[in-house]
């Protein structure tokens, strides 16, 4: 990853799971986060996307509206048409990680809830795959790295 951007922030519309031309799952879904305090505190929103098998495990399910979310990933730009026919830029973030945190989404969307024994396996599942693609990727992370720091 070339960046690295970390976030505490809500789900603003449930997870919703679409395919690639080339098959690849992308569950995409809005976060708020708030930025500065007092009066000057502002709402940024990214559009998050989770890719291939984390987008097709059991956690998407949990990732509805309202859901506060931990997210880390790769943040860029995107530029759009909007229907005014204005040019439109959006915060863009990869996930390499994401944790729910705190309440939120459970209780406005009811119909998706699970045992918390499904849920503990989709985090599981979700954890599992993120071993399996670090082991895969060429480049050093984070946790490759000693915690000592050298002065």
């Not at 984390?54 to 990933?73: N, P």
């Not at 915060?91 to 849920?119: C, F, H, M, N, W």
């Not at 670090?134 to 946790?143: A, E, G, K, Y």
């Amino acid at each position: 990853m070339s960046n690295v951007f970390s976030a505490l922030g809500r789900i603003g519309r449930d997870a919703e799971v679409r395919s690639t031309q080339s098959g690849t799952s992308v569950a995409g879904f809005p976060v708020a986060v708030d930025v500065g305090f007092g009066d000057n505190k502002q709402t940024m929103w990214l559009d998050a996307s989770l890719w291939g098998k984390r987008a097709e495990s059991g956690l998407v399910q949990y990732l509805v509206k309202g859901q506060q979310v931990h997210v880390i990933g790769e943040i860029g730009t995107r530029e759009f048409q909007k229907r005014d026919g204005a040019a439109g830029f959006a915060v863009t973030l990869k996930l390499s990680e994401i944790d729910l945190a705190g309440s939120g989404g459970q209780q406005q969307a009811p119909q998706r809830q699970q045992p918390q024994q499904d849920y503990q396996q989709a985090q599981s599942n979700y954890a599992q795959q993120q071993g399996q693609q670090r082991q895969t990727n060429q480049q050093p992370s984070i946790d490759d790295f000693s915690d000592e720091i050298p002065f």
